[in-house]
């Protein structure tokens, strides 16, 4: 029984994603639950062969707290960079910075990434594979290690324990 | 009814003055810093604050005035989530190739994209 769920849901999270994507789009009806459960079903099977093999979810209630800690992040950032662009003097001290990546599968650090970019005072720049680092371009730093220690301790641990990698 | 229709309204309103401040406040900043790399943050406010209030404020109201709970701005939201931070990564990227000037007190070496590892 186990064994023909896991055929038949090859990718859950895709299917999750196509579920409700489906019903946000339509109508919350009975009907289109069914077509959205099915396409849920069919359209992982058909498009499997072009899946490149990516970690697993193991913590799926971490990775929903990781989304509410990083829209609070998101709004604190709006407010320090607002306050930023409005003072009159502004001596901003922007600088570079090369975050050791401790990940190696794409998925999760393209989420990290994404997470830098999207709160603002903080921008992941470029990607750096030969010796897995990223480069961040910051708009005020006063501490550049207590900035790795805290993009490390809030957004990476959660992330390789999510992903357990 | 008519109470909470007001409140509703209200609620509506302020998140979208709070929105579209968010949105000038991220063009000024566009104007005021100094260097391509610096101006890369100003968008940020506006592609997730901004647009954040502004699709909270089209929810309720379209789920006030029509009654129905269907909210397809979250999508939207979605869709602007995972393409801002690319967008913003890879115009960051063409700046760093083309060695565009940054503002004088940067911290941290000046950074190019070194052809010959990046590119594998």
Redesign the interface.
Known sequence: MKRFFHWLITHPFISTLIFFTWLLLTSFTPGSAVLAFFLALIIPKLTDAFWVPQPKIHKPFKLVLFVFHVFYDIIVANLAVGRKVLSPSHHSRPGFIIYPLAMQEPFPITLLTSTISLSPGTLSAHLRPHDNTLLIHALDVDDREALVNFIYERYERPLKEIFGC | MEYLGFLVELVVALLLVCGGL?AV??G??MV??N?F??R???P??SS??AL?CMILASILFFWFHTG?????E??LTLFV??S???S??LL??SA?HLKLP??S?????P?E?NEK??Q?
């Open positions: 968010t406040v991220g000024i900043g005021r810093f260097d790399y610096m890369m943050h100003g940020a406010m997730t604050m954040g129905t709970l269907r909210f397809p979250l999508i989530l995972i801002a931070p690319v913003a990564h960051t990227m760093l940054r503002q007190n940067t911290q941290g070496g950074f994209l590892i990046d594998d």
